[in-house]
């Protein structure tokens, strides 16, 4: 496989870094559980939340405003994460969300724009499109808290000892846009219902379009 990219963003140097995303993110949803049962450290996962948005940044970050859009969007995220340790805000957690759902939103783009103007299936592709199906349950779980925040009791949210809303909806972001369903938890209001049931339908469509792309790609190829 040609690991080199064409095109008018092959000068854009996205070498290593999907793949640098792609690991931080799978490090958050599976390493930072397994450690915390042993570990018992209550900021791991956001240690990680602050990793994974770090490494978006640098994924993106072939424009210098590129990195300002991505910074400006991250800070009152990060910022809304590690406050919570010292103060409760509900407003500052809505305004947190809904910036961190905008940066991941950002991210996809960028992220696609580079996807899309490449004539080769290269590695930096096939991840680039795997990261950018975890970006947006990532966005989505964002959007959730936006709209629980704004309107408490859209979800019906079981409450379990040590798991907080934000990791409940990260949880159901990915059910959801697996189409899994296991029905643990539950959108109540219309508004939730009907963001759940886009959330599922983008998620198929991009595998359905990424499918398709790559059939494209292979043809062009021979």
Known sequence: MDDQTCGPFSQWGFKGR????????????????L???FVHLRMLMDIFWSAV?????????????????????????LGSIWSRYLVVNSVFGVVGSLCGAAFFIFAIIQILLFIYNQKKVTTDLIVGAAVVYLLMALAWSFIFGVVEGL????????????????????????????????????????????????????????????????????????
């Open 53 to 77: 948005f770090i490494g978006a940044i640098y994924a993106v970050s072939h424009k210098k405003r590129h990195i300002l859009i991505a910074l400006l969007l991250a800070l009152p995220m």
């Open 151 to 222: 309107h408490p009791g859209s979800f019906s949210i079981p409450e379990i000892e040590g798991i907080s809303i934000s990791r409940s909806f990260l949880y159901y972001s990915f059910v959801t846009l697996t189409t899994l369903g296991y029905g643990d938890i539950t959108p109540v209001t219309s508004l939730a219902r009907s963001l759940c049931v886009l959330e599922a339908v983008i998620g198929q469509l991009y595998l359905v379009v990424q499918v398709k792309l790559s059939d494209n790609c292979f043809e062009n190829a021979k």
């Open 35 to 37: 450690a915390e049962e």
């Open 18 to 33: 999907f793949l640098t995303l792609l690991v931080l993110i799978l490090a958050m949803l599976i390493v930072a559980p």
